[in-house]
């Protein structure tokens, strides 16, 4: 069983920032790419930025200027951090996580989502 578990959402306002973490949790032996996506009311779920467990690191061309993704030295937490917020980035923001629960078994898990609201 492997469990990712979301923090860091909720209303700021335009220019502001704030820190969204996600945490793998559960029957691991290795995480590999680890992400974030966000899904805006009446839009399909997109990919915000993602980081492989070498740390190569990947952007939506709309964030790249602005946020930053990163993990810890255990690589089972990972990191986003959003400045400059805009109106545009208002959305649920999911973690997802590629995980090796033993070298045997493979699965890719989803957090619950977090709310991330940007006032204009």
């Known amino acids: 069983q492997v469990q990712l578990v979301e923090s860091g959402g909720g209303l700021v306002q335009t220019g502001e920032s704030l820190r969204l973490s996600c945490s793998a949790s559960?029957?691991?032996?290795?995480?590999?790419?680890m992400g974030w996506y966000r899904q805006a009311p009446g839009k399909q779920r997109e990919l915000v930025a993602d980081i492989t467990s070498g740390g190569t690191t990947n952007y939506a061309d709309s964030v790249k200027s602005r946020f930053t993704i990163s993990r810890d030295n255990g690589k089972t937490t990972v990191y986003l951090q959003m400045n400059s917020l805009e109106p545009e980035d208002t959305a649920v923001y999911y973690c997802?996580?590629?995980?090796?629960?033993?070298?045997?078994?493979?699965?890719?898990?989803w957090g619950q989502g977090t709310q991330v609201t940007v006032a204009s």
């Open positions: 559960g029957r691991i032996f290795n995480v590999n790419t």
């Open positions: 997802n996580a590629d995980v090796h629960s033993t070298p045997w078994n493979w699965g890719n898990y």
